[in-house]
Structures are given as C-alpha cells and as structure tokens.
C-alpha cells in the first residue's frame, strides 16, 4: 500500500487513532516520534515507523530531517498532532508546503489559540460566558487582591498547558504561596473563580476548511478525567448541547480558524450557564470517540487534502462512549476517594456501547505497546523531558 499520510507524535493515543482512522479507509499511513517504541507505531494500519530527531531538545535537526523527508517522500498530507511539532511546522509553513498538504493556521493566529487570556478577552467580546477571570500585570496586585477573592479559585497559566501549573487555593495564605510557585514557571498566570466540580464538561471540536466553512463539527460530554481535579477526559460520551456548539463555532469563526480545533466549557451547576475554558488548537486526546461515533475527521481532513467538496458532518451517534483505560482512568479511579460509587461503574469492562481509546480487539498490539512505552522514559531523552516537564 502506498503511503499518503505522515503522522507526527506516534507516542500519543490521538495519534493512534488517527493511523486508525485513515488505515480503516484503505489509506496508507506511515508514523513518526523520536522513540521506535511509540505505541502508534505498533498498529496494523501504520506502514512503517520513521525515527526523527526529538522536536522538543533539537528543533532544528527535527525541522532539517522533516523537510528532507518530505522532499525525498511523496505524501498527500502531513499531519502535526502535538503543540510541539504543531508549532515547529507552523512557523515553517512556507518550507514544508511545497511538499504535502498541511491543515495548519498561521502560527500567529496558533498562538492567540493558545493565550487562554487572548481567548477569555476576545470571548467576552462576542457574549460568549466565561468564568470571572483576575488578569495580573503585577505580581505585586497579590498582596491587595489575595483578600478580596471568593475562594475557592483557580490559578492557571496564561497560556494553555493542559493540567500543568493549575492549582486550587482556598485561602489567602494558599493563593499568595501557591501563585508565586507556578509564577516561577508560568509568569503572571490568572486567577479564575472556581466553577464547582458538579457542572459537566464539554468539548465541541470542528473541522474547517479554507474559506471558513465548517465541514464537521462534534460535541462530546466528559464522565471522568485525570487528574480528577481537572485534566484529560478519561471516560466521555458523544452528546447534543447546541448552545455550546454554536458559542464554539462563532468563537473560532471570529479566529478565521482553519483545520482542527476542539473548544472546552464548563456548565456553572450555579446557574445552568457553560462557561468557555480554552481553545484546544490542535487534535484532541479523546479524537477516538468522535471517529467511533461518526466524525471521522482525520479522513474528512484527507479528503479536504484531495480537493473534494463534500457536505459537512454534523449528525453522528449520540451517547457512544469511549474510555482511555490504561493508564489514565485507572488513575482516576485510584484517586478519587468516591472511587466505589462511580458512574459508570468503573469494573464494567464490556459494555457493548463503550469503545477504547488504544485497547481493541481489531487492532491488539498497540494496547501491548502501551504497556512497554514508560520503558522509553528510563533511556529516552526527549522522554525524558516530556516527563520532566510534566512533574514540573
């Protein structure tokens, strides 16, 4: 079969899913990382596996290796699927698409995508709700301001790090400590008012195409998460929530957005309102629910490379669930202290309307892989900076 499709950042499960997504449809698929153990790599429907220099510790052997790769290649389309390499090829656009199709925005308009202060302020613009949001231009604003916030709150980066560098103070004393210790890594981060753990999450993720129209559009509800503080969606259903996906639409519209992007709301079990969280610039982690559920968005992406005009995607099926067992909800379930109580019931393994983000009958060895990958993170350096970065 010939290869059509390079996929960065085989390490992740999106990026599984995506290999999956495209072999399904008889479409050739070859998979890169910096490490050969990359669980993506191991699926059947991944032609072949390319080792490249890590984009995180050597960027720039990362963008001369692709760019020779590409040059001596021929595929349809390149498929970034993490920020880091997202970026990379972003800010080189003009190089790398003379040799494939590449569904990236300008990296200016990726990093409005990722300022959550940009989003929240451009958010506020359109009527869009958000939570009440404190902006610091100074770190010495702490002082007045530690005593007048209606604790709980949430302090988070300006720019979007998943769970990394949010924390939950509940008192003055907490917030001042707390603030000046991700400060250190994330300078000047916000503080949010704390929307109560009661209200459900919501992810409503698009396709769009050049001329921005909207080609597919998704929306999932969150179950579980890990960290279950707040993090990545563990446990989630397809669902309907047309208020979300119209104030996610016109969000990214506002952007002139092209591509792929996922945007986040929470629902205030206060007053019944979702309240925008942050944009997700680029393939989100639970992309294999919506292809189970209908939305086969990196096939409709395919086809986009092709030049086809087809109808867009908007109906798919409503209350499919999709799981990241290993190892994600199995940390929830080890730290949530309602763990015996959950719902769905975590023991219940073989539901028949509940499908895996990497275990699968279909497609065994990358649950196989799964196991073996921390390995890479003994020996590893780029994996060992992700890690690092992580604990951080």
């Known amino acids: 079969m010939k290869s059509e499709v390079f996929i960065t950042d085989g390490h ?14 008889g479409i050739g698929v070859v998979v890169g990382e910096s490490t050969r153990l990359a669980t993506a790599a191991f699926s059947k429907y991944s032609n072949r596996t390319v080792v ?20 001596s290649n021929s595929y349809r389309m390149l498929l970034p699927m993490e920020y880091e390499t997202l970026s990379l090829i972003s800010q080189n656009y003009a190089d790398f698409s003379r040799y494939s199709y590449i569904p990236v925005v300008s990296y200016e308009k990726l990093k409005i995508a990722q300022s959550k202060e940009k989003i929240l302020r451009l958010a506020d613009s ?51 400590a707390q603030y000046l210790s991700i400060h250190r890594r994330f300078p000047r981060p916000m503080i949010q008012e704390f929307i109560p753990r009661e209200g459900p999450g919501y992810g409503a993720s698009f396709l769009i195409d050049e001329r921005g129209r909207v080609k597919a559009s998704f929306v999932h509800k969150r179950l579980r998460e890990y960290p279950v503080t707040g993090g990545a969606s ?36 206060r007053d019944g309102v979702p309240k925008l969280m942050e944009i997700n610039p680029r393939f989100w982690g639970s992309l294999a629910l919506a292809v189970e559920a209908g ?40 730290y949530n202290s309602e763990r015996l109580s959950l719902i769905p019931e975590f023991f219940h393994f073989f539901d028949k309307n509940t499908s895996y983000d990497i275990l699968s009958m279909d497609d065994p060895l990358p649950g196989m892989a799964r196991v073996l990958t921390p390995i890479t993170f003994l020996y590893d350096r780029d994996m060992k900076e992700r890690l690092r970065k992580r604990k951080e």
């Open 126 to 176: 359109l009527g869009i709700p958000t939570p009440r949001t404190w902006h610091i231009d100074d770190i010495s604003q702490i002082d007045t301001l530690k005593n007048e916030l209606p604790y709980p709150v949430v302090i988070k980066p300006r720019k979007a790090a998943g769970a990394l560098g949010v924390s939950y103070p509940e008192t003055p004393e907490e917030l001042e």
């Open 234 to 269: 563990t446990y989630r259903e397809s669902a309907i929530h047309n208020d979300i996906r119209e104030m996610a639409q016109s969000l990214l519209q506002a952007l002139k957005w092209f591509g792929v992007a996922m945007v986040e709301f929470k629902v205030d079990p």
């Open 12 to 25: 992740w499960r999106k990026s599984l899913a995506a290999v999956r997504a495209l072999g399904r449809q």
């Open 52 to 71: 490249y220099p890590s984009p995180l510790l050597n960027p720039a052997d990362f963008l001369d290796f692709l760019q020779r790769h590409l040059s």
């Open 295 to 334: 939305v086969n968005f990196p096939h409709l992406l395919y086809r986009m490379s092709r030049g086809e005009n087809f109808s867009p995607v908007e109906r798919y099926k409503v209350g499919v669930r999709c799981r990241w067992l290993l190892p994600g909800d199995m940390l929830h379930f080890i």
